[in-house]
């Protein structure tokens, strides 16, 4: 089961159907999904798939949640599969399983995104952290963070949660670091 985990100030809880309208207030910030993806505006039929993508991972036991505070949404934060290339720098990363697949690696991808007006406030830590202690502890798959090189805000986040920069590699044209946790 999917359940929903709760911090000090946060409730995070799996998303539904019915949360297309919030990816969509969400992403409507362009200094919010400046360095997501390609950084270009993401529609209502993008949401839609990724959505898609979502739910079918929480049947996985893995999935983006909700992330509320005094029971309002201000962002998500959760694990999503990726493949790369490879494990050295420059390996390109995709979100769909590649055609050759033995040339590929999968992995969890922990993703956070907030609303402008909760940044700077340690949520985005705190959101990550939470999902981290929930999941990362029943797998042995890699769990890495893609980071835009230039998005200093989340670099921060990673580097809280005691993650360095692990491998450089682009999603796309855009470069991205994977940051992960200290070698086992």
Same mark, same amino acid.
């Given at each position: 089961m999917f359940a929903t985990l709760t911090t000090e100030r946060l409730s995070l809880r799996p998303f539904t159907e019915s949360d297309l309208a919030l990816l969509d *207030? #969400? %992403?409507a @910030? =362009?200094?919010? $999904?400046? $360095? #997501?993806?390609d950084g270009r505006p993401r529609t209502t039929a993008f949401h839609q798939g990724w959505l898609a993508r979502t739910l079918q991972g929480h049947a996985e036991g893995i999935g983006q949640? &909700? &992330?509320?505070? @005094?029971g309002r949404a201000i962002g998500r934060c959760g694990l999503s599969r990726y493949?790369?290339?490879? @494990?050295r720098d420059g390996a390109a990363l995709t979100t769909? +399983? +590649? /055609? *050759? =697949?033995? /040339?590929?690696?999968?992995? #969890?991808? !922990?993703?956070?995104t907030f609303e402008r007006a909760a940044w700077g406030q340690g949520l985005a830590s705190e959101a990550a952290a939470a999902v981290l202690a929930a999941f990362v502890a029943h797998? @042995?798959? =890699?769990?890495? /963070? !893609?980071? %835009? &090189?230039?998005?200093?805000?989340?670099?921060?986040? /990673?580097?809280r949660l005691g993650w360095s920069a692990q491998q450089r590699a682009t999603l796309g044209d855009r470069p991205t670091v994977l940051y992960g946790p200290p070698s086992k």
């Open positions: *207030q #969400l %992403h @910030d =362009p200094e919010v $999904y400046r $360095y #997501l993806g949640r &909700v &992330v509320e505070r @005094d493949w790369r290339s490879g @494990d769909t +399983p +590649p /055609a *050759q =697949p033995e /040339a590929w690696s999968s992995f #969890l991808e !922990m993703g956070w797998t @042995d798959e =890699p769990v890495f /963070a !893609m980071i %835009h &090189v230039d998005n200093s805000r989340s670099i921060r986040v /990673a580097e």
